[in-house]
């Protein structure tokens, strides 16, 4: 990671994003805390109101993202600012609590994070056929927490019912786990660049079945 040595065009609130290169392609940018912790994606407009007031430290993605603002009526000139696609932006690093934190538990993640294979015949399946499993069944007492549930398809989820797997006779083909905020980074966006991959597998726990 290299210190920053972005200009930082201070646009002024005239700034008015006209056009951007590339113009269509426009992916999430990752930020990071000030220890190099993953932290949040922002969109493109967020990034620029980091770097439009100075608050990136230092960026570590390898792709670049032009933005053409308006005319200052000081200079007479077009702001240009150019946005890295992993930045760290400055002020307090996240505490090690936050970093810990526990991500929201939604089905979309979850179907991820088992590469939406049902957890009792382990085929594959569309989302569309998917459903959440509690293990423990919630009428049994089980929680809708990430250590409780599993991916299962609409036909396994019924032949199993309101029994644990032991009752059904159905036997976890793999384990739950929860993911860490480096997965769930990769979890929740469908369009990563490959070095905003490349920085996120790094932080992957050693059970993930990104890896
Ligand atoms: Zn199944």
Known sequence: MRPSERRSPQPGPELQIVRSSPPIRRPLILTLDTQGQPHRWVTWQHAIFYYSRNMVAWDAGEACFTFHGGISRKTGQRSIITANSIIAIKGRA?????????????????????RHICAYCGREHQALRLTRDHIRPVSHGGADTW?????????????????????????????????????????????????????????????????
């Open 94 to 114: 996240l505490s090690s609590r936050t970093l810990r934190q526990i991500p929201p538990l939604t089905n979309r993640e979850l179907f991820h994070r088992d």
């Open 147 to 211: 250590m409780n549930v599993v991916t299962a398809c609409r036909n396994c989820n019924q032949r199993k019912g309101a029994n644990t797997p032991e009752q059904a006779h159905m036997m976890l083909l793999y384990a739950p786990y929860v993911p860490n905020k480096a997965e769930y980074l990769i979890l929740s966006n469908r369009s990563i660049l490959a070095d905003q991959m490349d920085f996120l597998a790094h932080h992957l726990p050693s059970q993930s079945r990104l890896r």
